[in-house]
């Protein structure tokens, strides 16, 4: 489904003062709408911002609306006594509350570690780490456990997936949080979940008249849950928008479509989609360049993807370079449909996915922006279109 808004000289006018922006801006807007959950209201007022910086620059935005089913955690915890510790439900688990005793079992929740205690009707607290995490809550299920609780191996929120719906509460927690619940302590464990569909939105921008860009410029504009993502990835988010700000009065803009992903963290669902949606302008395209994390500098400035597309930016730009890449972001369902993709990014940061994921250094963002265009001036001239 697509839903269109024009960006009209007069409207554009109106958003100039308002909404023309620069990089420090895009981060101190938008880091204010917290957490950028794909279908949240912050992940909405986000796209609105942008949209505007877009329309305010003269290009025409579309919304592209796609629907996928999803799990959320809806504030699981476990209570002991006057306190309150968060978790967060392992993904497949049923909802439910459970009030019983602590029971630590030794090791990691193998069915020899479960005949060593009784559990029966109790929490069972197993440590992650060597069989999945189904097999946990089934050999849990099967020695009698009412309530699953699953510690981390680090003093971080873990989020973690069964693969299938179970029924048993299981909740994950961070390591210093697991560290806290003793053996034969009474506990109320919450697990609050939903399996629902989530309405995801793209945001695609171009120049009037432009229905076969050559090039095309992308990264996910959601975050997870309780991260506020300014690395992950508001920071990609803004390179985009910065290549279009540069590029909006030069021949680049003729050639090129924007696109703000959602989705990403449930899967690439918005990539996906996109692909899925316009096969006909996908199959046209020379290059998709994805931008995921460059305001963190983990590692120096790196691509990976298409090896021609690689060794342009190590020429053009003097960027390190691998191919091909581990396909885990946005340019990768563009390269499953045979499109070569050039992926920026500096490693991940020990914010990663934490609620401590508040900065992102706007030099750095240039920088990488400052590489994309000269590997992009150079890649329209060497690499042919689609495959």
């Known amino acids: 489904m697509q839903t269109w808004k024009l ?87 049923t909802g439910g509350t459970v009030s019983a005793r602590v029971v630590r079992v030794p090791g990691v929740g193998t069915p020899e570690n479960f005949r060593a205690v009784n559990v029966r009707g109790q929490v069972a607290v197993v440590q992650r780490g060597q069989i999945p995490f189904l097999e946990k809550a089934r050999n849990a299920l099967a020695a009698g456990a009412a309530g699953l609780i699953v510690v981390n191996n680090e003093d971080k929120e873990l989020q973690g997936r069964l693969g299938e719906r179970t029924e048993l509460p299981a909740l994950a927690v961070s390591s210093s949080t697991g ?7 009474r506990v109320t464990l919450n697990v609050r979940v939903r399996d629902g569909e989530v309405r995801g939105v793209n945001v695609v921008a171009f120049k009037s008249g432009v229905t076969r860009p050559e090039i095309l410029f992308g990264g996910h504009m959601d975050s997870v849950l309780r991260s506020p993502g300014a690395n992950d990835n508001l920071s990609g988010t803004a390179a985009v928008v910065e290549i279009a700000r540069r590029t909006a009065t030069t021949p680049m803009a003729q050639r090129s479509y924007f696109v703000l992903f959602d ?8 990539s996906r989609a996109f ?20 305001g963190v500098n983990v590692t120096p400035l790196n691509v990976s993807g298409e090896s021609r597309l690689v060794d342009i930016a190590r020429q053009a730009a003097q960027i390190a370079g691998s191919s091909p890449d581990r396909g885990g972001s946005d ?12 992926f920026f990014h500096r490693g991940l940061d020990t914010n990663y996915h934490q609620p401590t994921d508040t900065l992102a250094d ?8 400052d590489a994309a265009l000269k590997t992009a001036d150079a890649a329209l001239l060497a690499v042919p279109a689609g495959r």
Do not use: C, H, W
Request: net charge negative; glycine share 10%.
């Open 263 to 270: 989705g990403e963290e449930d899967g690439l669902r918005g």
């Open 331 to 342: 340019q990768a369902p563009f390269a499953q449909a045979g499109i070569p993709t050039l």
């Open 7 to 93: 960006g009209a000289l007069t409207g554009a006018l109106m958003l100039v003062s308002s909404a023309l922006a620069n990089i420090e801006e895009d981060l101190s807007t938008v880091l204010k709408f917290g957490p950028r959950v794909a279908g949240s209201e912050a992940n909405e007022k986000a796209r609105a911002y942008f949209e505007a910086q877009f329309q305010a620059l003269g290009y025409m935005t579309r919304r592209d609306v796609f629907t996928y089913p999803r799990f959320d955690d809806l504030g699981s915890d476990v209570r002991v006594g006057t306190r309150t510790l968060a978790g967060r439900a392992l993904e497949g688990s």
């Open 275 to 294: 692909v899925k949606e316009n096969p006909l302008l996908v199959q046209g395209l020379k290059a998709m360049f994805n931008f995921d994390m460059v």
């Open 362 to 369: 706007p030099a750095l963002i240039r920088a990488t922006v």
């Open 179 to 185: 560290a806290g619940l003793r053996n034969d302590e």
